[in-house]
T-cell receptor
Framework: EDQVTQSPEALRLQEGESSSLNCSYT??????LFWYRQDPGKGPEFLFT???AGEEKEKERLKATLTKKESFLHITAPKPEDSATYLC???????????FGKGTMLLVSP | GAVVSQHPSWVICKSGTSVKIECRSL??????MFWYRQFPKQSLMLMAT?????????EQGVEKDKFLINHASLTLSTLTVTSAHPEDSSFYIC?????????????FGPGTRLLVL
């Protein structure tokens, strides 16, 4: 059974204080690992897809990396508008469905 | 691109009534659509997968007679909660897959909040 564990559950940062969110996963065969951002009361917003170990992707202050067992979402010099819940999900080879982690709730204070 | 809409955004109904939620892909044709529900401070729970023109595949524990899914076209899927009860109150979110490079990515709608009184 595919499993996704995200840590920490919640993270409070000061504006400009860089940090990383972790997503550990077990999957029979990885087709893709996805990062989403979810604001309260809204649907998840797609951020990145990573396909293989060693791959990295960047978007503004966010950078996602992938190893064979985990993925990190690095947030550089965050701003209050980066406050949200960040969700990690994996898709197994041969399947179209996603298995989500419980998310990391990020709060960035000015 | 890859915009998914849902209607209504919120609905309040009396116990025993049925509620229909629409999910549309606005600027792409979706090969597959998914329906999730999310309880407060919890992650998304997949309810069912639907492909246009075929019966939906429901996850274990999801009552197919209670949560009716119709995927009428490549841009529209509907979820009907039949004979809704207070325990069906939740945040329902749909997603649709759009090709992104070599991988189909799920794009999510804004969600529908259902409150059953």
């Amino acid at each position: 059974e595919d499993q996704v564990t995200q840590s920490p559950e919640a993270l409070r940062l000061q504006e400009g204080e860089s940090s990383s969110l972790n997503c550990s996963y077990t999957v029979s065969g990885l087709r893709g690992l996805f990062w989403y951002r979810q604001d309260p009361g809204k649907g998840p917003e797609f951020l990145f897809t990573l396909y293989s170990a060693g791959e990295e992707k960047e978007k503004e202050r966010l950078k996602a990396t992938l190893t064979k067992k985990e993925s990190f979402l690095h947030i550089t010099a965050p701003k209050p508008e980066d406050s949200a819940t960040y969700l990690c999900a994996v898709q197994a080879t041969g399947y179209s469905t996603l298995t989500f982690g419980k998310g990391t709730m990020l709060l960035v204070s000015p | 691109g890859a915009v998914v809409s849902q209607h209504p955004s919120w609905v309040i109904c009396k116990s025993g009534t049925s509620v229909k939620i629409e999910c549309r892909s606005l600027d792409f044709q979706a090969t597959t659509m998914f329906w999730y529900r999310q309880f407060p401070k919890q992650s998304l729970m997949l309810m069912a997968t639907s492909n246009e023109g075929s019966k939906a595949t429901y996850e274990q524990g999801v009552e197919k007679d209670k949560f009716l899914i119709n995927h009428a076209s490549l841009t529209l899927s509907t979820l009907t909660v039949t004979s809704a009860h207070p325990e069906d109150s939740s945040f329902y979110i749909c997603s649709a897959t759009a090709p992104l490079g070599r991988q189909e990515t799920q794009y999510f709608g804004p969600g529908t909040r259902l409150l059953v009184l």
